[in-house]
Structure formats: C-alpha cells, structure tokens
C-alpha cells in the first residue's frame, strides 16, 4: 500500500509511509521524514528538517518548522504554532534551528504555541490555546499562559484517607493501587496544648533514614521530583500546607494530596515520583534510605520504563471498566476509602 496525496496537495519527499494521506493545499519538502499511517491535513506545510513517526496526526493549519522530531501516535491540533528560533532575524538563518521533540502518544490542543528548544513528553496533554515556554514532563496535562500542569492523565487526585490497619495499633496504613507506594497515617496527639505527631524511627517507618530534606517556599506552579531511584526508598510527609504527590509504576498512576501533617507516603525504588500544585506555605519532609548518591537517580521516563521493561505506559485509550477491572485484580475493592481511580483520557484539547 503506497500513501495517497490529494490533486491540490504537494508531496516532494519520498520518504513518506505507506496509508499516509496528505490532503488538499498541504506541502511536504523534499527532505522530510514521515512514517506509516499518519493524517497531514489541508493547509499544513511540513519543512525538510522534520521527522514524524507512525500514526500522526496534524490537523488543518499547522507548519512543522526545521528541527522538530515527532514519535509515533502524536497528535497536533488545528492552527498549532511551532517555532524554531528564540531570536529570530529576516534574513539571518542560524547555524542551526533548535530542536523541539513531540514524544510519543502527546497530544497537542488547537491553537496552542509551542516555543522553540522543548519536549513534549510521553503521553503529555497540551490544552488549546496554551503557551507553552518549558519543557512538559511525561503525562502531565498543562494549559494556559504560561502554560502551568493542572494535572496528570489518567487518575483523579483522591485525599490520603487511610483504610486498613499494619502491625502497629497506632500507625495505621493504606496499600496504593501503585505497586511499591504505601500511605500511612502516623500517630498523633492533641490536648489543650495543641496537636503533635510522633514517630519512633525504627518501630513506625519502613527504613532507618539515612538523611533527609526539606522543600519549601516553592512556587505554585513549580514541579519537583520527576524521577524514580534505582535503590533508595523515600518517606514524604507534608509538615505544613498541601501538595500533591503523582507516584507511577509503569502501569498505573495515582494522585495523592498530602495535606495533614500525620499523613506520609513511603515510595520503594523503581517508582516515578513527582510533587506539584504546592501550597503557598508548603512545607515538605522527605527522608531517604541512603545518602545522596548521583547515579541512583533516573531522571528520563523512557529510560526507567526501559529499565523497569515496560515499553508501554497506561494506553490513553484505555477504558474505565478495563483499568477498573486490573484495580480490583490488584486488591484495591470498591469500598477502599483512599484508592488510586484510573479515569477516562481526558479529551483531546481542540
């Protein structure tokens, strides 16, 4: 099967894949490189310096500039902007374009403005009409000007609710439906002195710290985290304000919001944690198994679902019932007060 180009359409590259369809009033140059099954739609020009992978689709409008790579099972909008030069001069070409890179199965809302020298990440959702002036980290779902992360596809944010009881009477505990992420509610007291919470290291924590740190006086829009440790193990409590913890293993994600102080999160390693939408006065505890070592760290997605083996994160098509139906496999029951609730893809922003 060859790949079809409308009468008005123009087609002069001939590295295009088989089923591709390039509509009417669409120019494709020379040197570009389109895969199999991919929707150029009317009035898109794609320049030479451009790589699309499988299945993409671009909607009516949009021109793909010199330096952008897309992955397979992209999606862009209609009248998406894409840039390619911070500084841009007439007549004065740079020696080489900044590159923007789409990874595969984002998608990218109507109108929005992407500028030059960023990544959009797995999965990521870019809502329409967003400015997008950073780098997106993979699932997140941002929109606005600048464009800020409102949340992260495929879960709800539910509270840290706890809804079974461990081996201490006083340090209940809750199983996440993420492998390797406990919630635990630790022991707290309150008199007309005022409230305290109280932990004996070796008798209610998973793990002995070995050091910990504190985050603090970050901006509402700020991210931290964005990575997973190779053997370190993490305890987070929220001493003061809320935050909302993202925790992943490859299959499922959930939203934990931490905002009591004797709520705590324990993340094994080889989870992907990130932490967002901080409170003004958020105030974040976290202590680590092991002292800081550099290499312990992976800070890129795809590397970690490489190392976990997992080529494939949660699909976005994937129904409720389905990913309903592995929770329940998995332990998590209905009447889980504190559960990890996989929605519906949010739709495509357009």
């Known amino acids: 099967m060859r790949h079809f180009v409308h009468p008005q359409g123009i087609c002069e590259s001939d590295s295009v ?52 790579r897309a992955g397979n099972d992209v999606f862009i ?10 500084f841009p001069k007439s007549k004065q070409r740079p020696a080489e374009f900044a590159k923007t890179t789409l990874e595969e199965g984002c998608s990218i809302g109507a109108n929005a403005t992407i500028l030059p020298g960023i990544s959009i990440g797995r999965n990521a959702m ?7 002036t950073r780098s997106v980290p ?42 390797g992420v406990t919630i635990y509610q630790l022991p707290a007291f309150e008199d007309i002195r005022g409230p305290l919470v109280a932990v004996e290291m070796a008798e209610v924590l ?22 997973a440790h190779r053997r370190c193990e993490q305890f987070l409590l929220c001493v ?3 935050v909302h913890v993202l925790v992943d293993d490859g299959l499922t994600r959930q939203e934990i919001i931490l905002d009591r102080p004797q709520i705590g999160i324990h993340i094994k390693p080889l989870v992907w944690a990130a932490q967002y939408k901080y409170s003004a006065d958020a105030v974040l505890l976290v202590f680590a198994s092991h002292p800081y070592q550099a290499n312990d760290y992976i ?19 994937e129904t409720v ?27 495509r922003c357009e």
């Open 138 to 179: 993979p699932n997140a779902i941002v929109q606005g000007n600048p464009a800020r992360i409102q949340g992260y596809v495929s879960q709800i944010p539910k509270p840290a609710n706890v809804v079974s009881r461990a081996k201490h009477e006083d340090s209940p505990v809750a199983v996440s439906q993420v492998q």
């Open 206 to 227: 998973p793990f002995v710290p070995a050091r910990f740190f504190i985050v603090h006086t970050v901006a509402g829009s700020g991210v931290r985290g964005e990575h």
């Open 321 to 347: 019932a389905s990913a309903k139906h592995r929770a329940n496999e998995r332990g998590c029951g209905s009447q889980a007060r504190s559960r990890c609730v996989v929605a519906e893809a949010p739709k």
């Open 299 to 317: 800070r890129d997605y795809g590397t970690w679902l490489r190392t976990l083996n997992k080529p494939h994160t949660l699909s976005l098509g």
């Open 126 to 132: 870019v809502g329409a009409g967003a400015v997008v």
């Open 240 to 242: 003061k304000g809320s």
């Open 77 to 86: 909008g209609p009248n998406v902007t894409f840039t390619n030069d911070p």
């Open 17 to 68: 894949g088989a089923g591709t369809n390039v509509w009417a009033f669409a120019h494709v140059l020379p040197g570009a490189v389109i895969g199999k099954n991919c929707n150029i739609g009317d009035h898109v020009f794609v320049e030479n310096d451009v790589v699309l992978g499988d299945r993409v689709t671009i909607k009516c409008g949009v021109q793909l500039w010199d330096g952008l």
